[in-house]
Nanobody, 117 residues
Framework: QVQLVESGGGLAQPGGSLRLSCAASGFIFRNSAMSWARQAPGKGLEWVAGIYSDGTATYYTDAVKGRFTISRDNARNTLYLQMTSLQPEDAALYHC??????????WGQGTQVTVSS
């Protein structure tokens, strides 16, 4: 079955950086578009970034454009999200998902990102 395990979250200061990883198994990773989504307390799930199976196309929500970079290593079955210039409003539980955008039918348990000085 599809398994997605996120890691790399933690506490960052405003303006800081974090790199999230998602280890995928149970499906042919190189054939699947992937996404990162986040959920802040009291808010719905937000699509943050997406990447085609071959990495030739990406999507970013306006709030993270120029600050976040989604990438993948199909040889390692791993998805990444490089986050820079973090802001307090980026604090959320970040999930990776096996899809190009919503609806997110397969997603991991998430990794928590906290942005605070």
């Amino acid at each position: 079955q599809v398994q997605l395990v996120e890691s790399g979250g933690g506490l960052a200061q405003p303006g800081g950086s974090l790199r999230l990883s998602c280890a995928a198994s149970g499906f042919i990773f190189r054939n699947s578009a992937m996404s990162w989504a986040r959920q802040a307390p009291g808010k719905g799930l937000e699509w943050v970034a997406g990447i085609y199976s071959d990495g030739t196309a990406t999507y970013y929500t306006d709030a993270v454009k120029g600050r976040f970079t989604i990438s993948r290593d199909n040889a390692r079955n791993t998805l990444y999200l490089q986050m820079t210039s973090l802001q307090p409003e980026d604090a959320a539980l970040y999930h990776c998902a096996k899809s190009w955008g919503p609806p997110f039918r397969n997603w991991g348990q998430g990794t928590q990102v906290t942005v605070s000085s």
